[in-house]
Antibody, heavy 115, light 112 residues
Framework: QIQLVQSGPELKKPGESVKISCKAS????????MHWVKQAPGKGLKWMGW????????TYADDFKGRFVFSLEASASTANLQISNLKNEDTATYFC????????WGQGTLVTVSS | DIVMTQGALPNPVPSGESASITCRSS???????????LNWFLQRPGQSPQLLTY???TRASGVSERFSGSGSGTYFTLKISRVRAEDAGVYYC?????????FGSGTKLEIK
């Protein structure tokens, strides 16, 4: 069946970087875009942007331009999210999502930024 | 950016009753292809969001017929018939009409 499996939780210090992976299985990876969604503790969902899984072209929402990078390892059906120069406000669960209408979601990766 | 505004529910909702959640967008979600790009999700505590309906009213695979989406233009409703304990959680509407895609702030459903 279709699955998106994300990498495990991360504990980082301010200023460090983190890379989250999202491995897709059960469908042709390039059939759907991969989206990234942020959920701060106790808060709602915020769309970060998406990456075209066929061309590799990323598109970022305004709040996620600069320190955030979407990338692919297409041969491994994997999408990655890298966040550099981490700040306390980056503490959140990050989800990857794909499929028609965001039908498929990863389990989420909790990133905690704390000194 | 398109702003999505969700209504509240009169919690808790008795099991077996119906519940309707409203969602209003600041701009029409009708695209030039004629489709209306509005999704509904349920996020149960500690879980990932689950797609319920897309294109306003098309139920996602495996979703109970008790969930029905309706609406047009800028006003949308998700109706949950005969609510059950498993329906508890936070419901989000999302527009995918134009970038940036935006979510409503969420509507919590508690079951009595």
């Amino acid at each position: 069946q279709i699955q998106l499996v994300q990498s495990g939780p991360e504990l980082k210090k301010p200023g460090e970087s983190v890379k989250i992976s999202c491995k897709a299985s059960g469908y042709t990876f390039t059939d759907y875009a991969m989206h990234w969604v942020k959920q701060a503790p106790g808060k709602g969902l915020k769309w970060m942007g998406w990456i075209n899984t066929y061309t590799g072209k990323p598109t970022y929402a305004d709040d996620f331009k600069g320190r955030f990078v979407f990338s692919l390892e297409a041969s491994a059906s994997t999408a990655n999210l890298q966040i550099s120069n981490l700040k306390n406000e980056d503490t959140a669960t990050y989800f990857c999502a794909s499929g028609e209408g965001f039908a498929y979601w990863g389990q989420g990766t909790l990133v905690t930024v704390s000194s | 950016d398109i702003v999505m505004t969700q209504g509240a529910l009169p919690n808790p909702v008795p099991s077996g009753e119906s519940a309707s959640i409203t969602c209003r967008s600041s701009k029409s979600l009708v695209y030039k292809d004629g489709k209306t790009y509005l999704n509904w999700f349920l996020q149960r505590p500690g879980q990932s969001p689950q797609l319920l309906t897309y294109w306003t009213s098309t139920r996602a695979s495996g979703v109970s017929e008790r969930f029905s989406g309706s609406g047009s233009g800028t006003y949308f409703t998700l109706k949950i018939s005969r609510v059950r304990a498993e329906d508890a959680g936070v419901y989000y509407c999302q527009q995918v009409r134009e970038y940036p895609f935006t979510f409503g702030s969420g509507t919590k459903l508690e079951i009595k």
